[in-house]
C-alpha cells in the first residue's frame, strides 16, 4: 500500500490533527486566562501607585514619577468618573488609575506600562509552545505504536485469506476483542462454511461415482457382446465415452 492510502499514516495523522485542535483550544483559553489575571494584578497595582502618589501630593504637594494631573491624560472614558472613588481602564498598551483628589477640582492619573501583561504572554507562548511540541512527540509515537499494531493485524488477515482463497486450511484466529476480530472471526467462519459446502459435494461427487461405477461396467459388457457391424460400432463408441 502506498503511504496516501496507508491506515498507518491515516490514523496517525488524524491523531494529529486531533492534538493540534485540542491544543488549540487550550491554548486560547489558557491564554486569555493568563492575560487576565495579569491584566488584574496590574490593574491592583495601578490602585497602589495612585494611593501612594495621592498620599505624597497631599503631604508634598509633589508629583511621584508617572503621576500627572493633566485634565487631559489617559483615554477619554477615564475622565468620566465622578465622586472620589478611583477608576482604572485598560487601552491595550497602558494600565491607567484616576481619582478625583479630596478637597480639590482636579484628577490625579498614573499609568502603568502593559510590560508585565505582554511578558506573561510571552512566557505563556514559550512554555505552551515547549508543552504543545512534547504533547504532538507523545501523540505522533503512541498514535504509531496503535497504528502499527492495527496494520499488522489487517496484513495478517489478508494474507491468511488469500491462502484460504488458494485452497489452504488456515484460519486467521485473531485473539482480539475489537472490530478487527470480529471481521476475522467472520472470515474464520466463512471458511469453515466454504469447507464444509466443499467436503460436502466432493462426498456426493463420490458417492454418484460409485452408484454409477456398476450399471457402467455391466452397460461396457453388455456393448462389447453386439457383434460387429454399423448398428453396433455407435453403440461402443457412445458407452466408451
Same mark, same amino acid.
Given at each position: 500500500?502506498?503511504?496516501?492510502?496507508?491506515?498507518?499514516?491515516?490514523?496517525?495523522?488524524?491523531?494529529?490533527?486531533? *492534538?493540534?485542535? $485540542?491544543?488549540? &483550544?487550550?491554548? @486560547?483559553?489558557?491564554?486569555?486566562?493568563?492575560? *487576565?489575571? /495579569?491584566?488584574?494584578?496590574?490593574?491592583?497595582?495601578?490602585?497602589?501607585?495612585?494611593?501612594?502618589?495621592?498620599?505624597?501630593?497631599?503631604?508634598?504637594?509633589?508629583?511621584?514619577?508617572?503621576?500627572?494631573?493633566?485634565? *487631559?491624560?489617559?483615554? /477619554?472614558?477615564?475622565?468620566?468618573?465622578?465622586? *472620589?472613588?478611583?477608576?482604572?481602564?485598560?487601552?491595550?498598551?497602558?494600565?491607567?488609575?484616576?481619582?478625583?483628589?479630596?478637597? !480639590?477640582?482636579?484628577?490625579? +492619573?498614573?499609568?502603568?506600562? /502593559? +510590560?508585565?501583561?505582554? !511578558?506573561?504572554?510571552?512566557?505563556?507562548?514559550?512554555?505552551?509552545?515547549?508543552?504543545?511540541?512534547?504533547?504532538?512527540?507523545?501523540?505522533?509515537?503512541?498514535?504509531?505504536?496503535?497504528?502499527?499494531?492495527?496494520?499488522?493485524?489487517?496484513?495478517?488477515?489478508?494474507?491468511?485469506?488469500?491462502?484460504?482463497?488458494?485452497?489452504?486450511?488456515?484460519?486467521?484466529?485473531?485473539?482480539?476483542?475489537? !472490530?478487527?476480530?470480529?471481521?476475522?472471526?467472520?472470515?474464520?467462519?466463512?471458511?469453515?462454511?466454504?469447507?464444509?459446502?466443499?467436503?460436502?459435494?466432493? /462426498?456426493?461427487?463420490?458417492? @454418484? $461415482?460409485?452408484?454409477?461405477?456398476?450399471?457402467? +461396467?455391466?452397460?461396457?459388457?453388455?456393448?462389447?457382446?453386439?457383434?460387429?457391424?454399423?448398428? &453396433?460400432?455407435?453403440?461402443?463408441?457412445?458407452?466408451?465415452?
Amino acid at each position: 500500500l502506498s503511504v496516501v492510502h496507508s491506515i498507518r499514516w491515516r490514523l496517525a495523522l488524524l491523531t494529529m490533527l486531533v *492534538t493540534v485542535a $485540542a491544543l488549540g &483550544a487550550s491554548f @486560547v483559553v489558557i491564554e486569555h486566562k493568563v492575560a *487576565t489575571d /495579569a491584566r488584574e494584578r496590574l490593574r491592583e497595582r495601578a490602585f497602589v501607585e495612585l494611593e501612594s502618589a495621592a498620599v505624597v501630593f497631599e503631604v508634598t504637594r509633589k508629583l511621584r514619577e508617572g503621576a500627572t494631573l493633566d485634565p *487631559t491624560a489617559g483615554p /477619554a472614558l477615564l475622565r468620566e468618573g465622578t465622586g *472620589t472613588r478611583p477608576v482604572s481602564l485598560y487601552d491595550g498598551n497602558a494600565m491607567w488609575a484616576s481619582v478625583q483628589l479630596p478637597r !480639590e477640582d482636579r484628577r490625579l +492619573t498614573v499609568r502603568l506600562a /502593559a +510590560t508585565p501583561i505582554d !511578558e506573561q504572554r510571552s512566557s505563556t507562548r514559550a512554555a505552551f509552545g515547549l508543552a504543545a511540541l512534547g504533547g504532538l512527540a507523545v501523540a505522533l509515537v503512541l498514535a504509531s505504536i496503535a497504528a502499527v499494531s492495527m496494520s499488522r493485524r489487517l496484513r495478517h488477515a489478508s494474507v491468511t485469506a488469500r491462502s484460504i482463497a488458494e485452497g489452504a486450511s488456515t484460519r486467521i484466529r485473531d485473539p482480539g476483542r475489537d !472490530e478487527i476480530a470480529v471481521l476475522s472471526a467472520a472470515v474464520d467462519d466463512m471458511a469453515d462454511a466454504l469447507l464444509e459446502r466443499l467436503q460436502a459435494e466432493v /462426498a456426493f461427487s463420490a458417492d @454418484v $461415482a460409485h452408484e454409477l461405477r456398476t450399471p457402467v +461396467t455391466g452397460l461396457v459388457s453388455a456393448a462389447e457382446l453386439l457383434g460387429d457391424g454399423l448398428p &453396433a460400432d455407435p453403440v461402443r463408441s457412445q458407452v466408451a465415452r
